[in-house]
Each structure stands twice: as structure tokens, then as C-alpha cells.
């Protein structure tokens, strides 16, 4: 399912629930309603203000139709998300072969997760008009488990060949990379969602060990996609638009519903992130040998829209 990413940025908001939808009002004023959705069209709701209040039962509601309300911090980024704790009919079944499994199994998966993170950035700087030699030459030296980072190597050389010598990748910068941030909370919301729909545990990671991080898995199968958010944001970045505003935000959400060329046709960045997360848990139950990655290609909108350009 694709739903709707809905994201509320002013301090001066109340959210609730009426008949079905999520109401928006003013708290200040005559206290106006600003607008409602309906609950079932949420794919996530984005609580980005710090003054914002919302009901229980918003959350009850979200939670029960598999939609994350996430928190965001500073510069944009998600520092807490409420997910639901039933999200798959069989979910406990999926868990537990999720928890047994071995190793090697793990190694390799995270290595072909690797290998399409590396695909993609190629393919972003290909659209950017940059040497994709640089990270096409690390695909082939992956290795199962990636012991040599072949990953972090290649993101060393991205950065640079993508925005420039001068660029520092910075979680709590602003500009390009507040731009980055938000896009990768997007990112995250939705692979969360598409995690939890599939009935597996978003903290039992294939790669990502870090013993305070509750969304490991959902930080490892969100990797691939993270070129889609990049390649945007080069493109905001040169036509001028460098920081976080209501028009970047759009386009950065719409990242999500752009067409991405698959081994079955193309479809829309959520919906792979959704067959991703379902083919990780048939491999975990023994029903399938590899994920159901994208195809090293960016989304296809995106792809004419910089041919516009």
C-alpha cells in the first residue's frame, strides 16, 4: 500500500481523531480546523514541532493501522517512533525464525545489501553527471559480511564525487545536510512501516549492532534507497535550494512515490521497500535464498525530471 507521509511542522497544532480521520486545529486564535485525513490513507505521520499535542487515541489509531508516529530532534532527525506491536497475522512465527537465524545467513544478506547500496550510488552519480568508475570498482570486492567496509569505503569516495571535495557528511549540520537528514527520516518511517507490516522485529539487524539502536533492521534495509533521497538532494541543491523549507520537504517526500525499475516492472520506492522487508522474512523462513532488491537504476520520475533540467 501506498499511503500518505504527513508531516506537521508547526508548534501551534492539536491532532486528533473524528469519525475516521485525523483532524488538524489551530491552538491559538478562533482555534480553527486546518484540515483532516483520513487514518487509513496515513503511511506515517512526521511530528516535526515541539509544541505540537495530540491525543491517545491518534496514536491507538495509527498504531492499530501499522502507521509510525514519528518524533523528530534537532536538524530534523528522528530520535523516537511509535510502532505497532501486532503487525502480522503470523508475526510471532516470522520473529522466531528471525531470531534463529544463523550467522553466515545474516553475512550474506547484509553483503548483497551492500553490493545494491553500492549500485545505486553509482547509478545517482551516473544522473548527476559524475565517474561512477570509483564505486562500481568496490561492487565485485564485497565480501560475505563485508569484513574490509567495502561500504564505508565507498561512501568516503560518494560524498566527494556527489557534492563536491569540500563536503562533510554531518548529522547535526545544517543546509545540504539537513536536507539529508530529513530525507533519510522519510526513509526510515517508511521502511520502519514496511518492517513491522511484514511481522518482523525492527531491533534483530542483519549488519547494524549498535546496542541502543531499537530500528537496527530497518537502518540495514533502508541502505539501498538512500541514493533516492541523495540524488534529490543534489538536484534542490543545484537549483538553489539548499536548506529545509515547506517546497524541499515535498520534494523529498515525493521521493517515496517515485517509480523504481524492479526485476517485475517498475513501481513506486515504497512499495519496494515493502517486497524488500516481505523477502526478508520468506528468506528467514526458509521460502526464498535472496531479497527482493531494486534494480541498480534511480526511480524513473526522478531519472526525467533531471533530463528536464
Known amino acids: 500500500m501506498v499511503g500518505r507521509i504527513v508531516e506537521i511542522a508547526d508548534d501551534r497544532r492539536h491532532l486528533f481523531v473524528h469519525r475516521g480521520f485525523m483532524v488538524v486545529k489551530d491552538t491559538e486564535g478562533e482555534r480553527k480546523e486546518l484540515g483532516q485525513v483520513p487514518l487509513d490513507d496515513i503511511a506515517a505521520v512526521i511530528a516535526n514541532a515541539h509544541g505540537l499535542t495530540y491525543t491517545n487515541n491518534l496514536l491507538v489509531a495509527l498504531a492499530e493501522r501499522g502507521a509510525p508516529f514519528v518524533l523528530c530532534g534537532a536538524n530534523h532527525n528522528a530520535i523516537g517512533m511509535l510502532l505497532t506491536l501486532d503487525g502480522h497475522h503470523v508475526q510471532a512465527k516470522r520473529i522466531e525464525a528471525q531470531w534463529a ?59 566527494g564525487l556527489l557534492f563536491g571535495a569540500e563536503f562533510r557528511r554531518d548529522q547535526g549540520g545544517d543546509g545540504i545536510n539537513g536536507l539529508l537528514n530529513y530525507g533519510y527520516t522519510i526513509l526510515r518511517s517508511a521502511t520502519a512501516r514496511s518492517v513491522v507490516a511484514a511481522g518482523l522485529h525492527p531491533s534483530i539487524g542483519l549488519h547494524h549492532s549498535n546496542d541502543a539502536n531499537a530500528m537496527r533492521l ?92
Open 101 to 159: 537465524a544463523a550467522l553466515p545467513l545474516h553475512k550474506r544478506l547484509w553483503a548483497s545489501v551492500v553490493k545494491c547500496k553500492l549500485e545505486q550510488q553509482a547509478a545517482a552519480l551516473e544522473a548527476a553527471g559524475a565517474p561512477t568508475a570509483p564505486l562500481q570498482a568496490l561492487v565485485g570486492k564485497v565480501k560475505s559480511g563485508d569484513p574490509e567496509n567495502i561500504e564505508g569505503q565507498g561512501a568516503r569516495r560518494y560524498w
Open 218 to 309: 530497518v537502518d540495514d534495509l533502508m541502505e539501498p534507497f538512500r541514493p533516492m533521497v541523495d540524488l534529490k538532494v543534489w538536484q534542490l541543491h543545484q537549483a538553489t535550494e539548499s536548506h529545509v523549507t515547506p517546497d524541499t520537504k515535498r520534494a523529498l517526500v515525493r521521493v517515496l512515490y517515485d517509480d523504481m525499475p524492479t526485476a517485475v516492472g517498475v513501481t513506486p520506492v515504497m512499495v519496494c521497500m515493502q517486497r524488500l522487508a516481505t523477502s526478508l522474512a520468506h528468506v528467514y523462513l526458509g521460502e526464498r535464498t535472496k531479497l527482493d532488491l531494486p534494480l541498480p537504476a534511480l526511480p524513473l520520475s526522478l531519472a526525467g525530471s533531471l533530463e528536464a533540467d
